[in-house]
C-alpha cells in the first residue's frame, strides 16, 4: 500500500510557551490584519502590534495526515473586546479539531451556519472539541498570554470569508475586569 504521510518524526514542544524545537513554520498576525472583525476600528498608532502566533508542524496536505499547531494570543483588548483569532470555517466543512490549552484565559467562540452558537471556556489543560460545521475563534480574557495546541486533519484548509462577511454572534468583552458575552449587532449570518 502507497503511503501518502511523511516518515516518523518528532517535535518538541514547550508545554509552558508553545514553543516548538524545530522551530516550524510561523504565521503572525498584527492588529493591522485584524480591521473590521472588532467591533470597534483598530486605531492607526496600534496596527503593528502583534495579536497571535502561530506555529505549525507542516506535513503534506494529504487526508489521512494530521496537522498541529501552536497559537500564542498576547494579552489585550480593542474597545473593549478581548484579543483573539480571526476565526474560520474548515473549507473542507465536515472537519473536526481538537484544542489543548497550555497556559492562559480563554473563550472558544464557536457557530454554525445556521447561526448556533456556542461559548466553552479555555485553561491550562482543557481540552476542547471543535466537531466538524462549526466556526471556532478563541479570545484571550487573562492577563498573560493564552497558548493553546491544536490538531486537525490536514486536508481541513482555512474559510476565512465567510466569517470576514458575518462576524460571529457573539461578541466577548471585557466588563469591570471579566468577560462578558454579548450579541453582535452587526452579526450578518
Ligand atoms: O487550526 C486552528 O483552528 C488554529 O490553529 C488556528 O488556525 C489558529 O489558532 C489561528 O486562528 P485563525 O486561523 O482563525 O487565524
Ligand atoms: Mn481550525
Known amino acids: 500500500m502507497a503511503l501518502a ?30 480591521q473590521g472583525m472588532y ?11 502583534r495579536v497571535y502566533l502561530v506555529s505549525e508542524i507542516p506535513v503534506p496536505i494529504d487526508e489521512g495526515n494530521l496537522l498541529s499547531s ?7 483588548t480593542v474597545g473593549g473586546e478581548y484579543h483573539m483569532t480571526k476565526g474560520h470555517f474548515h473549507a473542507k466543512l465536515d472537519r473536526a479539531e481538537i484544542y489543548l490549552t497550555l497556559a492562559g484565559e480563554g473563550r472558544l467562540v464557536l457557530a454554525t451556519e445556521e447561526g448556533e452558537h456556542a461559548v466553552e471556556p479555555m485553561g491550562r489543560g482543557t481540552v476542547n472539541y471543535v466537531p466538524g ?12 498570554p493564552l497558548v493553546f495546541f491544536a490538531v486537525f486533519p490536514a486536508d481541513a484548509g482555512y474559510d476565512y470569508k465567510t466569517i470576514e462577511e458575518q462576524g460571529f454572534p457573539v461578541l466577548i468583552v471585557e ?6 458575552v454579548l450579541p453582535n449587532p452587526r452579526y450578518r449570518g
Open 5 to 34: 504521510g511523511p516518515p516518523p518524526f518528532s517535535t518538541v514542544l514547550d508545554l509552558v510557551g508553545g514553543a516548538l524545537d524545530p522551530e516550524r513554520k510561523l504565521v503572525e498576525r498584527r492588529l493591522g490584519d485584524m
Open 39 to 49: 467591533a470597534a476600528p483598530v486605531p492607526d498608532e496600534r496596527l503593528d502590534e
Open 70 to 76: 501552536t497559537t500564542t494570543i498576547e494579552p489585550g
Open 133 to 144: 460545521g462549526w466556526a471556532h475563534r478563541s479570545v484571550n480574557v487573562g492577563h498573560g
Open 175 to 180: 466588563r469591570d475586569g471579566a468577560p462578558e
